[in-house]
């Protein structure tokens, strides 16, 4: 069932489920960006309805509620280990379709992946999604041609007010119907409004051969890329970690261990024991990173890792474009598919 709120009533509505739940929204912090006069859009919490951005795309994603960038596990003594507390509050994540896709990648890396993580799992138990409807293709995204522009699996949507016109709630858990039936102005059938087209397309394949490893795509990106790994921290399906002691006493034997976010385009993530190093060229690494988001990840779940927000366009400061490396490689995987129907012999 759907529901007409004014400004003001969905305002009350958002700030008594704020009461009961904490609510994680996108919201603007001016003068917080990479220097003192530029702003930037990251999530924090507020039930404040005022305080969210929800015109413009997030600079960065929700993910940090769920795989935050240092998390402790647990904490040990030389004859315990004790698992870090965890705030049991509900938490109510304001995102995108793009952003409420990237959950069901999350979901599948860390629950459907062999046993699940119960340190996401716990996590993950507490959170409920309000999903903003999209009126607008934002800048760089090409979530239409991932199939990512629509989403289900929301407790509640809302739509901004168009024309004047009140919010357009659509409520899905019982339990959360209240707050906005008290508020409503009426009844309606809602549709969350969803982009159907971009400025920006890609053209994903369907399958590679494994001639693409040794092609020559890559080395445009081993002389561009600074392998800084920004496009990695902005995306919402980037799960990359690695693991840290941090000791109390000079014996190592009480400290606490934390998951910390890593990546796989920065140096040393495959550095293993005994100094051995993988894929230190950028481009290799951007070869691993675009095949796993288009291609190796499809083969293992049966959809695509990449949901097309296009934030990591957005913020490569060598203005590398991942929407443009998926249609190379498409470009590429063609070219072999010629070459091979012609007997042309390729370097793999």
Request: with cysteine; proline share 3%; net charge negative.
């Amino acid at each position: 069932m759907g529901y007409v709120l004014s400004a003001a009533g969905f305002s009350r509505a958002m700030g008594r489920l704020g009461e009961d739940r904490l609510i994680y929204a996108p919201q603007l912090k001016r003068g917080e960006g990479r220097f003192a006069d530029v702003d930037v859009v990251r999530y924090d919490f507020t039930a404040d309805v005022s305080a969210m951005e929800l015109e413009r795309r997030s600079d960065y994603p929700f993910k940090e509620v769920l795989t935050p960038l240092s998390q402790t596990l647990f904490f040990f003594t030389e004859d315990d280990v004790k698992v870090a507390d965890a705030d049991e509050r509900e938490v109510v994540v304001v995102l995108r379709a793009c952003d409420l896709n990237a959950v069901r990648r999350l979901d599948a890396l860390y629950l459907e992946n062999g046993r699940p993580d119960p340190f996401y799992q716990r996590l993950r138990s507490r959170m409920r999604f309000a999903l903003l409807g999209c009126d607008h293709s934002q800048e760089d995204c090409f979530c239409v041609s991932m199939g990512t522009n629509v989403a289900t699996g929301y407790d509640l949507s809302f739509d901004r007010p168009a024309d004047g016109g009140g919010y357009r709630v659509d409520v899905k858990a019982d339990d959360l119907r209240p707050y906005f039936v008290a508020e409503a102005t009426g009844e309606e059938d809602v549709t969350p409004t969803h982009v159907a087209s971009n400025d920006v397309s890609v053209r994903v394949p369907e399958a590679v051969p494994n001639a693409i490893y040794g092609h020559d795509m890559w080395n445009e990106y081993t002389e561009r890329c600074i392998t800084c790994g920004r496009c990695n921290l902005v995306c919402p399906t980037c799960t990359c970690f690695t693991m840290q002691d941090a000791y109390y006493t000079d014996n190592g034997r009480v400290g606490e261990r934390r998951r910390v976010m890593a990546s796989c385009m920065i140096d040393g993530y495959t550095d293993v024991a005994g100094g051995g190093s993988y894929r230190k060229a950028a481009g290799d690494r951007m070869r691993f990173k675009v095949l796993h988001k288009v291609y190796d990840f499809r083969r293992r779940f049966g959809f695509d890792m990449c949901v097309g927000c296009g934030r990591c366009d957005t913020v490569c400061p060598e203005y590398i474009s991942f929407s443009g490396c998926i249609n190379k490689l498409a470009d590429a995987v063609d070219g072999l598919a010629r070459d091979a129907s012609q007997g042309v012999a390729t370097n793999a």
